[in-house]
């Protein structure tokens, strides 16, 4: 059974990886088909693609630092210096999400942008944390390995 989690997760986020970058990069052609159906988006393309284009690209980052952690827990090292700085980083990349969002509040407000920033807010909290929580469990494992 784990071992389909881990292949699942795997394929998960490699898919979520390329297929962040392909639709970051389609953003501008995309918000432009989508502006013929919906006028609001019609006259505000060149906002609209700098904030998801800015937006998808913290959000491929935060993929990126994902998958690289995942292969620190394929590889049963989880508690390393790199772990806690993509933590770090994710965290980094989770509040600029947040504030780039925070411009479309500019443009229109609705409750599912309202939603996203707070759920990137917290995401980036989480991730300070748990860059600490790491932090100290590096420290205790160089300190084990160590004293053996």
Do not use: H
Not at 9 to 27: N, P, Q, R, S, W
Not at 117 to 140: E, H, M, N
């Amino acid at each position: 059974m784990n071992g389909k989690i881990t292949l699942f997760t795997k394929i998960l986020l490699d898919f979520m990886y390329y297929t962040g970058i392909a639709v970051t990069v389609l953003v501008p052609a995309i918000i432009t088909a989508y502006g013929r159906v919906n006028s609001y988006f019609g006259r505000n393309i060149p906002w609209l693609s700098i904030i998801f284009i800015a937006s998808g690209i913290f959000a491929v980052l935060i993929i990126r630092n994902l998958r690289s952690m995942f292969r620190s827990v394929l590889a049963n090292d989880c508690f390393i210096p790199a772990n806690v700085r993509s933590l770090n980083r994710m965290g980094t990349y989770s509040f600029l999400i947040a504030l780039i969002t925070c411009c479309r509040l500019f443009l229109y407000i609705t409750p599912a942008v309202v939603i996203v920033i707070l759920v990137f807010v917290i995401a980036g909290l989480l991730c300070k944390v748990l860059s600490q929580v790491f932090d100290r469990a590096v420290a205790y494992k160089l300190e084990n390995d160590l004293t053996i």
